[in-house]
């Protein structure tokens, strides 16, 4: 596990079952700071109970005074945004607002956790300084609680992360298994990625905790495609790469304002506060 230095501060963490938000808290929790955790699970052991589609019955339930609240809940999947636009726009973006508000009145730090698909995909390391540009549902959404978080008076920065990849939890994980028992894996050509381990991730969301406020962005040091990472993969563990197939989203059925051709972020911010983009090859041997 990861530890850092004892801090102490109060942080709730909105959306505690999330695949960043678990590692996090116990980050968080190795450090000394005191955590509370939402969860719109009921039975949830020790989390409070939260519905982002009503969070005035969590306000009114006399929510815990804290320094820092972290919002990981989000509804992430394309699709998901797709099939109910009203409710992921309830879920992502004014529901996190109200409670940011509420809690950056109260004197709190908020950090909002966003994406690279608040741009188009079309242009590499783009600036933080850019205009958000983003072609589908999920990626507009972010862009406007990017928008509503940013103008709340108070103290709030906002983080976007690329792809985060969790060891033994990986659709590359799947791939290295079936390739490994003889059986064909069929990778995107055209769909790109710039992979982040959960751990840097964390890394990224600690040093903006404890930095201050504005645009953050955090990515490898370039993109690569499915196929390439699937084929690289191959060579790494020595499996024959005719076990690959080469397909492309489009012939899948991932609508074209889905496919991103690059996802890199100019990362120079982070980069100063010592966290250091890695290279999108070399994280390989993480995802599996």
């Known amino acids: 596990m990861l530890t850092y230095p004892y801090l102490h501060q109060r942080i709730l963490v909105v959306g505690g079952n999330s695949k960043i938000a678990r590692p996090l808290i116990d ?5 000394g700071d005191t955590l509370f955790k939402t969860s719109r699970r009921n039975a949830e052991s020790g989390a409070l109970f939260l519905d982002l589609l009503n969070v005035d019955e969590f306000l009114q339930k006399d929510p815990p005074d804290v320094d820092v609240v972290v919002f990981c809940a989000a509804i992430t999947k394309f699709e998901d945004c797709r099939k109910d636009l009203k409710q992921a726009y309830v879920v992502n973006v004014s529901g996190p607002a109200r409670l940011a508000s509420y809690y950056a009145k109260a004197g709190a730090k908020i950090i909002q956790l966003s994406t690279n698909a608040v741009f188009d995909g079309k242009t590499p390391f783009v600036s933080a300084s850019t205009a958000p540009n983003a072609r589908n ?8 609680a990017e928008a509503e978080f940013i103008k709340i008076n108070g103290n709030v920065a906002i983080l976007r992360l690329t792809k985060i990849i969790i060891p033994g939890n990986n659709i590359f994980f799947n791939w290295l298994s079936e390739l490994q028992q003889g059986q064909e894996i069929r990778a995107f050509k055209d769909q790109y990625f710039s992979p982040v381990t959960i751990d840097l991730a964390i890394r990224a969301i600690l040093a903006v905790i404890d930095d201050d406020n504005g645009f953050y962005q955090f990515s490898a040091k370039g993109d690569i495609s499915y196929f390439e990472a699937a084929r ?3 060579q790494m563990y020595g499996i024959s790469e005719e076990l690959i197939v080469e397909t492309s989203a489009s012939e899948n059925g991932i609508p074209e304002n889905e496919v991103f ?3 890199s972020l100019d990362s120079t911010r982070i980069e100063r506060l010592n966290i250091i983009p890695p290279d999108p090859f070399a994280i390989l041997n993480d995802l599996v």
């Open 137 to 144: 549902g999920y990626g507009g959404l972010k862009a406007e």
């Open 232 to 234: 690289r993969m191959a």
């Open 27 to 31: 980050v968080l929790l190795s450090r």
């Open 261 to 263: 051709r690059y996802n």
